[in-house]
C-alpha cells in the first residue's frame, strides 16, 4: 500500500516509533498492528455497553460508543482512501478514540470532571491515551499497547497547556501550534460526521426528534426533500435511511474536494510540511461547516435537552458522583487490583494520586456495570 501512498502520508518509514522499541511486525504494517491491539483490548470491547446517547438497555438499535467507533472507522477509511491517505492509521485512530470514555456518555464524563476537579480534573481524550499508555495490561514488556506515536496523537484531539506540558511528545504540538497528520485530521472530522448524523437517526427512532423540524435544517431537509421527491411511497424509516445516507455522503464528498483544494494550494511535500502548516489542511468548506454547525445546535436544543435524555443524564449523574464519593473516601471498597493501584498512586502523588485510580475505575466501567456497583454498594439487599 505504502507505493500507492501520497509524499505526505503517514507511513512506517516516518513513524516516530513505539515508546518501548520492539522489533517490526511481519506481513502487516506498523499501523496495523496498533489496530489489531486496539481491537483486542479489553477498552475496546467494553465499548459495547458505554452510551453513546441512549443508555444501552433502553434499546438495541441505538448506538453504542462501540458501533459508534466502527461507523467512525468506515468513515475514516473511505476518504483515506480517496485521498491516498494512509488507511490503516485513519482506522486505527478511528476506533481508539473513545477507549476511555466513561460509562453514560457526556454525562458521565461531566460528573466524573467535576468529581475530579480538585485534583487534576478528567477528560475522555486524555483518558483515551491513558487507557492505551498505561492502563491496558496485556504484554509481557510494557504497559499499555504501546502504540506508535502517530496513532497516540492522533487520539489526543485536544490538550490544555498544562496537560500537554505533562505528556512530552505527544503534548508537544499543542504547546509548539504545529498540526498532527492528515490522517489524524481527517479521523477527527469522521467523527462529527458520524455522530451529527447517526445521533439524527437515533432521535428518530427513539420519538425525540420530529422530521417536519428536522426539515428547517439544511443538512437534513435539503436530502430528505430530494428522498420524498424521488421515492414517493418510500415508507418512513427507509426515508431516514435513504436521507441520512445522503447526509453523510454530502459531508464526505464535501470534506474531500474542499481539502483537496487545500492541499492544491499548500503543496506539501512531507508529513512535516503538513504540521508546520498554521491551520489544518482537512475542513470542510465554509457553507458545509455552516450547515453543520446548524445541525448541532438543533441537536443540542431538540435532543440532548430533551426531558428523557435529561432524566437520563441526572441519573447518570448522581450514579457516578455517588460512586466517586464512596471508593474515594474508603478504598477497601475497591476490587483488589484497583485498591492496590490506589494505594499506590497514592504513595506517588497523595489524595491526586487516590482520586485518579478510582476515576481509572470509574471510567473502565460499562452503563450497567456502574449501576450494579451502584447497587452492591448502597442497596441494602445487595450485600455481595
Avoid at 460512586?323 to 492496590?340: C, G, I, N, T, V
Amino acid at each position: 500500500m505504502s507505493e500507492a501512498l501520497r509524499p505526505f502520508a503517514a507511513s512506517d518509514a516516518t513513524s516516530r516509533g513505539r515508546r518501548h522499541p520492539e522489533p517490526p511486525p511481519r506481513y502487516r504494517s506498523e499501523f496495523q498492528r496498533d489496530r489489531d491491539r486496539i481491537i483486542h483490548s479489553t477498552a475496546f470491547r467494553r465499548l459495547e455497553y458505554k452510551t453513546q446517547v441512549f443508555v444501552n438497555h433502553e434499546g438495541d438499535l441505538f448506538r453504542t460508543r462501540l458501533t459508534h467507533s466502527i461507523e467512525v472507522a468506515q468513515i475514516a477509511r473511505s476518504i483515506a482512501r480517496a485521498m491516498r491517505l494512509n488507511e490503516d492509521l485513519a482506522e486505527a485512530i478511528a476506533l481508539a478514540h473513545d477507549l476511555g470514555h466513561t460509562p453514560f456518555g457526556h454525562a458521565g464524563q461531566d460528573a466524573l470532571n467535576a468529581c475530579m476537579k480538585p485534583y487534576g480534573g478528567f477528560e475522555h481524550n486524555l483518558q483515551s491515551l491513558r487507557v492505551v499508555d498505561l492502563l491496558e495490561a496485556r504484554y509481557a514488556d510494557f504497559p499499555g499497547l504501546n502504540l506508535t506515536f502517530e496513532t497516540r496523537e492522533g487520539i489526543l484531539k485536544h490538550c490544555s497547556p498544562t496537560h500537554a506540558r505533562e505528556l512530552g511528545d505527544v503534548g508537544r504540538r499543542f504547546l509548539d501550534r504545529t498540526q498532527p497528520t492528515l490522517e489524524a485530521q481527517l479521523t477527527n472530522l469522521a467523527d462529527e460526521i458520524a455522530y451529527n448524523s447517526h445521533d439524527v437517526d437515533d432521535g428518530l427512532r427513539a420519538g425525540l426528534l420530529e422530521i417536519e423540524n428536522l426539515e428547517e435544517v439544511e443538512l437534513f431537509g435539503e436530502p430528505y426533500r430530494e428522498v420524498r421527491a424521488r421515492y414517493p411511497g418510500l415508507r418512513d424509516r427507509r426515508v431516514i435511511h435513504e436521507v441520512v445516507r445522503r447526509m453523510i455522503n454530502d459531508q464526505i464528498v464535501d470534506l474531500i474536494e474542499t481539502s483537496e483544494a487545500a492541499l492544491d494550494e499548500a503543496r506539501p511535500d512531507s508529513v512535516d510540511a503538513v504540521r508546520h502548516h498554521p491551520e489544518p489542511l482537512i475542513r470542510f468548506s465554509p457553507a458545509m461547516r455552516e450547515k453543520n454547525l446548524a445541525l448541532k445546535r438543533f441537536l443540542r436544543e431538540r435532543l440532548y435537552r430533551h426531558y428523557r435524555v435529561h432524566r437520563m443524564t441526572g441519573k447518570a449523574r448522581q450514579v457516578v458522583q455517588a460512586l466517586f464519593e464512596a471508593f474515594f473516601e474508603d478504598p477497601r471498597l475497591l476490587p483488589d487490583q484497583h485498591r492496590e493501584q490506589a494505594r499506590r498512586l497514592e504513595a506517588e502523588a497523595g489524595e491526586a494520586g487516590r482520586a485518579r485510580a478510582v476515576a481509572d475505575y470509574i471510567a473502565g466501567m460499562t452503563d450497567r456495570y456502574a449501576i450494579a456497583e451502584h447497587e452492591r454498594l448502597f442497596n441494602p439487599k445487595e450485600l455481595t
